[in-house]
């Protein structure tokens, strides 16, 4: 009986460890951001995201995600800017954590697999740290098309560190694809 008890144990730890994703992926791309161990994949309100671990049971979560660019500018500076209008047009009054008011400039950025794109930075500053960051990762994938990787951190610049390592790191072109 033990023995049985222990391989339907084993087998239970075996399933839940290999239903675990170790990458999203771009839809209609070659493009995957791998999924560091210890973090998880959730779909929330549609969106699926990879999600760190320490993250609190209630109120905001930090994570990254993937998405298309849908509009039609050729570089990635011209997309920054025009996402950027689009949001601040709808923003209220007050203004949004990523609209033209909370953006801090852009800059070259370069993966460990060799990916050059555009980083726009978007937070809020609360004596000194970074309380609530949108970093937005602009990069083309292997059809000339437009794409970013969004995170959105809340916490210190350690924590925007350790998301900004998992894109920069897990970020490549899957050949298999």
């Not at 950027?84 to 800059?107: C, E, H, Q, T």
Request: proline share 4%; with cysteine.
């Amino acid at each position: 009986m033990l023995h049985r008890i222990t391989i339907v144990l084993f087998l239970s730890i075996a399933c839940a460890f290999a239903a675990e994703p170790t990458f999203l992926s771009l839809p209609d791309s070659k493009i995957i951001l791998s999924v560091p161990e210890g973090w998880t994949v959730k779909d929330k309100n549609n969106e699926i995201g990879i999600y760190g671990p320490d993250q609190p049971e209630k109120g905001q979560q930090s994570k990254i995600h993937l998405s298309r660019y849908q509009e039609s500018d050729t570089t990635l500076q011209a997309a920054i800017e025009s996402e950027i209008d689009r949001i601040s047009a709808r923003s209220p009054k007050w203004g949004s954590s990523n609209d033209r008011r909370s953006y801090k400039g852009s800059a070259p950025i370069e993966t460990q697999s060799g990916m050059n794109g555009i980083r726009a930075d978007f937070y809020d500053d609360v004596a000194g740290t970074r309380r609530h960051s949108i970093v937005k990762y602009y990069f083309f994938d292997e059809a000339g098309k437009i794409f970013r990787v969004c995170s959105h951190v809340y916490g210190d610049e350690a924590r925007f560190k350790e998301y900004e390592q998992v894109i920069l790191g897990g970020l490549k072109f899957n050949e298999t694809k």
